[in-house]
Structures are given as C-alpha cells and as structure tokens.
C-alpha cells in the first residue's frame, strides 16, 4: 500500500491530497466545538506523527546535519501552518479561510516564476480566488483574515522547504520525520487550551480519521510531487484547494455555489490544467 502511494504521478498526487484534505476538513470543523482549533490541530498532527513513524521508521540517527537544517524548518512550518490555519476558520468560513490562505502559494508561484506563459496560468488562478472569495460579506472577523493570511506564508515556506528536502531525504522519511517535529510544535498548544481533556473513543477515532485524511496521505503525496515538479507548478496546481473547499462545502455543509463561484471553479481548473501541460513540456524538452 505505501509503496502504491508513493509510485502515484505528481499530477495525480497532487488531485489526490487536495481531495484528502478536504475531506478531512469537514471532519475538523464538527470537532472544534468539543475539543477547540489547537486541540484538533494536535490530534490530527500528533496522530499523523505515529502513523507515518510507523509505516516509514526513520533512522533519525543516520540523518545528516545537512538535512536537519531542511527537515526541522520544513516539520516547523507544516505544523504552524495547520494551526494557525484552524485557529482561522474557527473564526472566518471555510472557503473564505482557504482562499485567504492560497494567497502565499500564489505569491510563491508569481515570484518563482521566468515564462509569460506561467503569469497567464496564475492570472487565471487568481480571477478564480477573487470570484469565490466573499468579498461582499459584512462583519468579517479581522483576527480570523490575518490568521488565515499569516497561514498562507506558513504554506509558501512549506513549499519551498519541501521542494528542498525532497532532494536530500527519501519521500517517506522527509515527511514522518517533519511530522515529529510538527507535533513537537503543536501538541503543547492543544495541551494547554485544555481540549484533549475532552477526548472521547468517537472523537479519537474521527482524530484518526483526520490524521489519515489531512496529514499523513496529503502530506506525503505533497512530498513526493515537490520532488518531481518546481515550486511554482505546484504552487499554481495548488489553486484547486479553493474550488476543491466550495464543493466540499456543498457535498457537506449544504452550501450551494453561486454562479461566480461556478465560474471561479473553471477558471483555477483551467490554470492547473494549463500549468500542468506547459510544466510537461518544458520537462519534455528538457529532456
């Protein structure tokens, strides 16, 4: 089975994570009533932390300074980021809080970029973010924004750390062991607001279940595309997250789009699509 996982095409790993992920945000939300954002933050971090230990066993002693310096940063951001980004959408919606949050890939992928051709795909990605985003609504909690935007730069660096130690570490072992250190990171928060007191066998096994949906399969499917693709591709292919959000929402939450958000959904379609063939090319000729 892990080997399965890891032999999955970058283009297909990523489409499987972002869909992971999303799954495993419905899960989170109908947690944070009973455990709070930092509580489920540290199951989901702390419970993906022991089963990627487990299915890749690292030898943390065989680990060179070299990839300490990258595995440590890359484990820190990927904690902070999923933090930080609940401790957002327990005060702003889901799909405004994604949204808000892909800004930093977006910024990634603008910067990272040499080609006309990529400016024309994160243009189409960003129509799509501004269409979905609600910027009509009233009353927007500021504090929930800012997390959701300091989340996004949390996701920038995850990116460019992950592209790194994807070249110096196993897939495997980069991710389970940037994993103990997310959860080294994270679990102390959900220790002190006090919500793991609250644990019940239900909510461990939807814990479990988060684990698996939003850190451990996403995550290493993540890893083993920033191996293979440049940051800024997979910056742009990460544009679906906010489409991937709405539907979700749909499927889940009964929130139904509008036709802005419709249109939004075909137009970071579009982006990856089109970012995905040029990148192929450009690999292609390189070749």
Same mark, same amino acid.
């Given at each position: 089975?892990?080997?399965?996982?890891?032999?999955?095409?970058?283009?297909?790993?990523?489409? /499987?994570?972002?869909?992971? %992920?999303? +799954?495993?945000?419905?899960?989170?939300?109908?947690?944070?009533?009973?455990?709070?954002?930092?509580?489920?933050?540290?199951?989901?971090? @702390?419970?993906?932390?022991?089963?990627?230990?487990?299915?890749?066993?690292?030898?943390?002693?065989?680990?060179?300074?070299?990839?300490?310096? /990258?595995?440590?940063?890359?484990?820190?951001?990927?904690?902070?980021?999923?933090?930080?980004?609940? *401790?957002?959408?327990?005060?702003?919606? =889901? @799909?405004?809080? %994604?949204?808000?949050? $892909?800004?930093?890939? /977006? =910024?990634?992928?603008?910067?990272?970029?040499?080609?006309?051709?990529?400016? $024309?795909? %994160?243009?189409?990605?960003?129509? @799509?973010?501004?269409?979905?985003?609600?910027?009509?609504?009233?009353?927007?909690?500021?504090?929930?924004? +800012?997390?959701?935007?300091?989340?996004? =730069?949390?996701?920038?660096?995850?990116?460019?750390?992950?592209?790194?130690?994807?070249?110096?570490?196993?897939?495997?072992?980069?991710?389970?062991?940037?994993? /103990?250190?997310?959860?080294?990171?994270?679990?102390?928060?959900?220790?002190?607001?006090?919500?793991?007191?609250?644990?019940?066998?239900?909510?461990?096994?939807? @814990?479990?279940? *988060?684990?698996?949906?939003?850190?451990?399969?996403? +995550? #290493?499917?993540?890893?083993?595309?920033?191996?293979?693709?440049?940051?800024?591709?997979?910056?742009?292919?990460?544009?679906?997250?906010?489409?991937?959000?709405?539907?979700?929402?749909? $499927?889940?939450?009964?929130?139904?789009?509008?036709?802005?958000?419709?249109?939004?959904?075909?137009? %970071?379609?579009?982006?990856?699509?089109?970012?995905?063939? #040029?990148?192929?090319?450009?690999?292609?000729?390189?070749?």
């Amino acid at each position: 089975m892990k080997n399965k996982l890891i032999n999955i095409p970058p283009l297909p790993a990523i489409l /499987l994570a972002i869909i992971s %992920v999303q +799954f495993g945000a419905a899960i989170a939300k109908s947690l944070f009533p009973a455990i709070g954002a930092a509580g489920t933050a540290s199951l989901r971090i @702390g419970i993906s932390a022991i089963i990627l230990l487990l299915a890749y066993r690292p030898n943390l002693r065989t680990i060179t300074p070299e990839q300490w310096k /990258l595995v440590i940063p890359y484990g820190l951001s990927l904690g902070s980021m999923n933090l930080i980004f609940y *401790l957002a959408i327990e005060r702003i919606p =889901v @799909g405004l809080g %994604v949204t808000l949050e $892909f800004i930093g890939p /977006l =910024v990634l992928a603008v910067f990272g970029s040499k080609r006309m051709v990529d400016y $024309f795909w %994160v243009l189409l990605a960003a129509i @799509g973010i501004a269409l979905i985003a609600p910027w009509s609504g009233n009353g927007i909690d500021l504090i929930g924004v +800012f997390f959701a935007l300091l989340a996004g =730069v949390f996701w920038a660096t995850y990116i460019v750390l992950g592209g790194k130690v994807s070249k110096v570490m196993k897939d495997g072992d980069a991710v389970s062991t940037g994993m /103990l250190f997310a959860s080294l990171l994270i679990v102390p928060f959900g220790i002190m607001e006090n919500g793991l007191s609250n644990l019940t066998p239900t909510y461990l096994g939807m @814990g479990i279940a *988060l684990a698996l949906l939003s850190s451990a399969i996403p +995550f #290493t499917l993540e890893m083993k595309a920033l191996g293979q693709l440049p940051p800024r591709t997979f910056s742009i292919l990460m544009s679906l997250e906010p489409a991937a959000a709405s539907i979700c929402a749909f $499927f889940f939450l009964q929130e139904h789009l509008a036709s802005s958000e419709i249109l939004a959904v075909f137009f %970071v379609i579009i982006a990856s699509a089109g970012s995905t063939m #040029t990148a192929k090319k450009a690999i292609q000729i390189k070749d």
